[in-house]
């Protein structure tokens, strides 16, 4: 699966991603930010797990969380488990910006968190399940696994770039806040 990004990050904000195949890979690869934003229970055929290893950049409206969201609600309702391997968040040593109102709620807002929420993937993934946030018939069967020797206080610098607009650290630190312009 595809988010917004692309599967390799190189899709532009907002472009739309087309189902295909990677070329390194051969990989088929449907998108989750083109024609749907939430795999269907057809895209989920034969499917025993669902790795999520994706680098969020810790704003609430970097889309990959709402993708996570979407991703765990699917797999709660086909019965299948999602494994989250979690990354550091370079925005994670600290908390800002106004919570969502959720009656604005869209794919850029789903939640009533902050706008610089610090917290990393698999810990929003926690959230998503402990708030009972997923819309979903049955819950999630949801494993993080954890990194060693992370800790909020320290800022991380990442090393994977999450997407074209975002290739250095400077950019991602200024992101949060120069986004709404």
């Keep these: 699966f595809a988010p917004e990004h692309g599967f390799r990050g190189d899709a532009g904000a907002g472009d ?22 939430k795999p269907s229970s057809e895209d989920l055929q034969g499917v025993g797990v669902i790795v999520f ?3 969020d950049v810790g704003a609430r409206f970097y889309t990959y969380i709402s993708t996570l969201q979407y ?5 709660a ?36 968190i902050p706008v610089v929420h610090g917290c990393t993937v698999g810990e929003y993934a926690r959230m998503l399940a402990g708030e009972k946030w997923l819309r979903v018939s049955r819950p999630c069967d949801l494993t993080v696994i954890a990194m060693l020797n992370y800790s909020h206080k320290i800022p991380h610098s990442i090393g994977c770039w999450p997407s074209p607009n ?3 650290m400077n950019a ?3 992101y949060p806040s120069l986004c709404f312009f």
């Design 16 to 37: 739309r991603v087309k189902d295909g195949k990677d070329p390194s890979t051969g990989v088929t690869v449907r998108s989750l930010y083109g024609k749907k934003l």
């Design 53 to 55: 290893d994706i680098q």
């Design 71 to 75: 991703v765990m609600e699917a797999a």
């Design 77 to 112: 309702d086909n019965g299948i488990p999602v494994i989250v391997l979690d990354r550091p968040n370079p925005n994670g040593h600290f908390v800002d910006g106004p919570v969502l109102d959720t009656a604005f709620r869209s794919f850029v807002g789903m939640n009533p």
């Design 166 to 168: 975002l290739r250095t």
């Design 172 to 174: 991602i630190q200024l």
